[in-house]
């Protein structure tokens, strides 16, 4: 059972779970630094959103694309993922899962490209 898991999640998923991980686990540790006043933990937050997310899923987008080639579906997960913060911050979020989505794209991009000229990181 084990070594099903192994195969079908994370060999399959192992860019979506670094997402995940990004989007969903790496904010709870930004409400819990310590700071000295409230409005520092926005600031962290915002940080994370404009900055640490999109680096990642950049690299992350790149390095999906040279091995397995351009695929769009990657780049819809991305934003689907995102969707969940809606829920929680509202429509205005949905801003993040477009820029997301078209970061992820263009990372891809930028990927298929190596692939195509055979340059591996």
């Keep these: 059972m084990e070594e099903f898991l192994k195969k079908s999640l994370v060999q399959k998923y ?6 995940v ?6 904010p709870i540790f930004v409400y819990l630094l310590p700071v000295r006043h409230p409005s520092d933990s926005m600031i962290y937050a915002l940080y994370l959103w404009c900055i640490i997310i999109p680096l990642v899923i950049f ?3 790149i390095i999906f694309a040279i091995y397995n080639g351009l695929q769009w579906y990657f780049s819809l997960r991305v934003a689907v993922l995102w969707l969940l913060y809606m829920v929680v911050f509202g429509a205005q979020s949905l801003a993040f899962a477009g820029v997301y989505f078209v970061i992820s794209l263009v990372g891809q991009c930028i990927g298929a490209w190596f692939k195509d000229k055979k340059i591996v990181l």
Excluded: D
């Design 21 to 26: 991980v990004v989007y969903y686990i790496l």
């Design 59 to 61: 690299i992350s987008s």
């Design 14 to 19: 192992k860019y979506t779970i670094v997402i």
